[in-house]
């Protein structure tokens, strides 16, 4: 895994080849028969982290799961309607990517932020240039619809390679720098 800041955001994820991170229901059942590659090291990544902010709908496809897996972390659902019930470490809150930041670094956050699945979510921190690492995982399948990686219709983006690789289960690992 490429250095990246210590007190980055970093948005990973898993795509399909066609730029899809969910089905158009928001279920990733397309990535559960696809075999896990060790090089990719998700337990390193997860031990860089200082907190966590994710979208409402990859909240609640993550509390679908018995486990809430990410209690160590502050963690901020990003969303305008009431959540109930929050696991440990959990608020929601609507606001600006600046906002959830500061919300976040309050509780303690104090290096790297996940921004956890949400391609809106992800386009508005890049749109308030909050956003500085781009970690995905391209998986070999086409999809042909679904919720796209990065919100749908925007301004063109350039970013800068940190590196790719290419993984045993024929998975491509690539991470880029967001250009300032």
């Not at 990719?40 to 979208?55: K, T």
């Not at 609507?94 to 956050?109: S, Y």
Request: proline share 4%; aromatic share 12%.
């Amino acid at each position: 895994m490429a250095t990246t800041g210590t007190d980055d955001v970093i948005y990973m994820f898993a795509m399909s080849l066609d730029g899809f991170i969910a089905r158009e229901d928001g279920t990733f059942d397309w990535l559960d028969n696809f075999p896990a590659d060790d090089d990719y090291d998700f337990s390193s990544f997860m031990a860089s982290l200082s907190g966590i902010v994710m979208g409402r709908s990859t909240y609640e496809a993550t509390r679908r799961h018995d486990e809430w897996a990410y209690g160590q972390y502050p963690c901020l659902v990003a969303t305008s309607r009431p959540l109930e019930n929050l696991p440990e470490n959990a608020e929601a809150m609507a606001g600006t990517p600046a906002e959830m930041l500061a919300n976040l670094r309050a509780r303690g956050a104090t290096g790297r932020i996940w921004l956890f699945g949400g391609g809106d979510l992800a386009r508005q921190f890049m749109d308030a240039g909050l956003l500085d690492t781009i970690e995905i995982g391209t998986i070999p399948v086409i999809l042909g619809s679904g919720i796209p990686a990065f919100g749908g219709i925007q301004a063109d983006r350039w970013l800068d390679l940190a590196f790719a690789k290419p993984l045993a289960n024929g998975a491509v690992h690539a991470q880029y720098r967001v250009r300032r």
